[in-house]
């Protein structure tokens, strides 16, 4: 992997998901990881260090919210794009935490745009 490629976590627990944003994402020059809980993502969150996290809200287990709040404690620069296929969790408190709130799609140019913008932003 090219030392300058951005790294991208995912963090769902659907595989169709994983399989979709990989395949996207690799397509913009993104390296991506993906898990499929938030037990998971903690894990790999400091190892891996990624650029910007995508993660979905309900999962089982530990859920996102959760997931998000001790993200932010350990690396609170690192961008976090919460995803769910619920728009009315952007009416949560919570959810405010995160730097953005993308409505799952097929159509990704909503999270690709959210995803350069907070790249961009982290790097200048």
Do not use: C
């Amino acid at each position: 992997m090219s030392a300058d490629k951005k790294k991208i976590l995912v963090v769902d627990d659907e595989e169709h998901i994983h399989l979709l944003y990989k395949e996207e994402l690799e397509e913009e020059g993104y390296e991506v990881r993906s898990v499929l809980s938030g037990e998971e993502a903690l894990k790999l969150f400091d190892s891996y260090a990624p650029d910007l996290v995508i993660l979905d809200i309900n999962m089982p287990g530990m859920d996102g919210i959760e997931v998000l709040r001790q993200m932010k404690q350990k690396r609170p620069a690192t961008p976090v794009i919460l995803s769910s296929a619920y728009p009315e969790y952007k009416q949560d408190l919570a959810s405010w935490a995160s730097d953005d709130y993308i409505v799952k799609s097929f159509n990704l140019d909503e999270l690709k745009r959210s995803i350069k913008k907070h790249i961009e932003k982290n790097n200048a």
